[in-house]
C-alpha cells in the first residue's frame, strides 16, 4: 500500500522495480508509526541519498499521502533523543507540549511532498 501512494501522490515510479523491505531481527512490527519511516528508507533508496544517521520518524501514511498523528508521541520524542536521534520527523497534526530537557529537533511534516521537501532538499 505504501508503494501504491508514493506513486499516486508523490510521482516516484516504483511500479517497474523490485522493492524489499527487511526489518532486522525479524521484528514483528504492528504500529502503523513506522510508516514514515519505510517510505523514508523507499525514497532515500530510489533517489540514492541517504538519510542522515541521526534522524528518526514516527507517522502513519494515509492513503492520500497525508502523514497522520501517532499515539503517545511525546514519549516517542523523548525515548528518540534518550537514544541519540538529533531531528524526528513527526505528522504536522499531532498535538505535544514543549518538552524540557529534550535536545531533539521535532520536523512536523503533513504530507509525503513535505517530507521529501524537508529530508532530500
Request: net charge positive; hydrophobic share 50%.
Amino acid at each position: 500500500m505504501l508503494l501504491a501512494v508514493l506513486e499516486k501522490r508523490a510521482g516516484f515510479r516504483l511500479g517497474v522495480k523490485d522493492v524489499f523491505l527487511n526489518i532486522a531481527g525479524g521484528l514483528k512490527v504492528a504500529d502503523p508509526a513506522i510508516d514514515l519511516a519505510i517510505i523514508s528508507a523507499v525514497l532515500s533508496s530510489n533517489l540514492d541519498i541517504p538519510i542522515p544517521a541521526n534522524a528518526c520518524f514516527s507517522g502513519e501514511v494515509g492513503l492520500s499521502g497525508e502523514i497522520r498523528p501517532v499515539a503517545r508521541i511525546e514519549q516517542r520524542i523523548r525515548e528518540a533523543s534518550k537514544m541519540g536521534f538529533k531531528k524526528i520527523y513527526i505528522s504536522k497534526f499531532n498535538k505535544f507540549s514543549e518538552l524540557k530537557g529534550v535536545n531533539i529537533e521535532v520536523v512536523q511534516v503533513a504530507k509525503i511532498e513535505h517530507l521529501v521537501r524537508s529530508l532530500f532538499s
